[in-house]
T-cell receptor, first 111, second 114 residues
Framework: AQSVSQHNHHVILSEAASLELGCNYS??????LFWYVQYPGQHLQLLLK??????LVKGIKGFEAEFIKSKFSFNLRKPSVQWSDTAEYFC?????????FGTGTRLKVLA | SAVISQKPSRDICQRGTSLTIQCQVD?????MFWYRQQPGQSLTLIAT?????????ESGFVIDKFPISRPNLTFSTLTVSNMSPEDSSIYLC???????????FGQGTRLTVV
């Protein structure tokens, strides 16, 4: 069955700390991979996406993610977080089937 | 990109009543989607709403409970019928644009059933 697992439900970091959020998926066929972010009181926004080519993709606000096909993973990283990165982050997969979302990771960055 | 407006943004409803959520898009889109996000859970697709045809429901969701209208290419409604506290959730409208791989989302409707 298709699924997306996000390993961390809640993450608390201090400003300038490095961030890595794990995402593993189970999905048949060719996949498109996404990270969405939802800032408090706002709608879901695309952070970055992968559908082919360089497995290291860069998104907005200094975020990047690496697609490792052998591990079925698409982890999100940022070398130095800011207070404004406080938000909920969702990993998602789409392809032949519909979008499948992970349960989300709530990130709180302490100033 | 697409700008998606959902109304209402939140509501508190009595059990047994129904609520209709509206989704307006600033451009014409073929496919519109309705998702539910229950507390602590991921987004779950309820149905796909295509203009001119009946909505396609996912497993576990039925038209009698979640009737959907799609009168034109920029608008859709989702009704949550005969509500119970278990329907308390965030309901999200989403669209995909021609030639784009990502989905765009409305701000969601936070529904509380008491």
């Amino acid at each position: 069955a298709q699924s997306v697992s996000q390993h961390n439900h809640h993450v608390i970091l201090s400003e300038a700390a490095s961030l890595e959020l794990g995402c593993n998926y189970s999905y048949g066929g060719t996949v498109n991979l996404f990270w969405y972010v939802q800032y408090p009181g706002q709608h879901l926004q695309l952070l970055l996406k992968y559908f082919s080519g360089d497995p290291l993709v860069k998104g907005i606000k200094g975020f990047e993610a690496e697609f490792i096909k052998s591990k079925f993973s698409f982890n999100l990283r940022k070398p130095s977080v800011q207070w404004s990165d406080t938000a909920e982050y969702f990993c998602a997969v789409s392809g032949t089937y519909k979008y499948i979302f992970g349960t989300g990771t709530r990130l709180k960055v302490l100033a | 990109s697409a700008v998606i407006s959902q109304k209402p943004s939140r509501d508190i409803c009595q059990r047994g009543t129904s609520l209709t959520i509206q989704c307006q898009v600033d451009s014409q889109v073929t496919m519109m989607f309705w998702y539910r996000q229950q507390p602590g859970q991921s987004l779950t697709l309820i149905a796909t709403a295509n203009q001119g045809s009946e909505a396609t429901y996912e497993s576990g969701f039925v038209i009698d409970k979640f009737p959907i209208s799609r009168p034109n290419l920029t608008f859709s409604t989702l009704t949550v019928s005969n509500m119970s506290p278990e329907d308390s959730s965030i309901y999200l409208c989403s669209v995909e644009l021609e030639g784009r791989t990502e989905a765009f989302f409305g701000q969601g409707t936070r529904l509380t059933v008491v």
